[in-house]
């Protein structure tokens, strides 16, 4: 009784997940997950109708966005560099803006781990790198998380020109915005 419980409530997660994501898309919901994504993860399997629901969860959308703006006024009001001699006026500690860039680069990798299971990474028909704007996020990403490891290491010297390189990549961030409009 107990297992035909569970895969009962499994099937129903499904279908609420399949039927939520086909109103609110124009796109066929079967056929983005039907094939397994990273050959583990069945279309049914309990973690990807998880990563599926956050991942086409409105909240969810709605929390990236929200991060990319931020993202977009923080590198408006903060010094591409910390070491610029002519700073304009910054309205927040340095650590608030680092805060920001950590808790943002955590949130984008949540949404690129959510993402890759419900689509898959490079062979399924409709896989996260198949779309140019996503290989562009990757790397925005991967850039990010170089960043902050540098940063924790302290090879964020001044003589040290790669750390800055892969701050610039922050740039980038708002380009994210245009992935989520298909008419850009």
Same mark, same amino acid.
């Not at 590198?75 to 610029?84: E, K, N, Q, S, V």
């Given at each position: 009784l107990g297992l035909k419980r569970s895969q009962s409530i499994r099937l129903t997660a499904w279908n609420d997940v399949v039927l939520s994501a086909t109103v609110h898309r124009e796109k066929k919901v079967v056929e983005l997950y039907k094939e397994r994504s990273l050959y583990y993860f069945y279309p049914k399997n309990k973690y990807r109708v998880l990563c599926i629901y956050i991942a086409e969860h409105w909240s969810f959308q709605t929390l990236v966005i929200s991060i990319i703006v931020l993202n977009c006024f923080?590198? *408006?009001?903060?010094? !591409?560099?910390?070491?610029?001699?002519d700073d304009p006026v910054i309205v927040l500690p340095a650590f608030?803006?680092?805060v920001i860039d950590y808790v943002s680069t955590v949130? *984008?990798?949540?949404?690129f781990i959510v993402t890759v299971i419900s689509l898959g990474l490079i062979n399924t028909r409709h896989a996260y790198l198949k779309s140019g704007w996503?290989?562009?996020d990757t790397f925005v990403l991967a850039f990010s998380w170089f960043d902050i490891l540098a940063t924790a290491t302290g090879i964020d010297g001044d003589n040290l020109g790669a !750390?800055?390189? *892969?701050?610039? *990549?922050? !740039?980038?961030?708002?380009?994210?915005?245009?992935?989520?409009n298909e008419g850009m």
């Open positions: 923080m590198m *408006f009001i903060t010094p !591409a560099y910390r070491d610029l001699s608030v803006s680092i949130v *984008f990798t949540v949404e996503n290989v562009l !750390a800055k390189v *892969f701050r610039l *990549f922050r !740039a980038l961030r708002p380009l994210r915005l245009m992935k989520r």
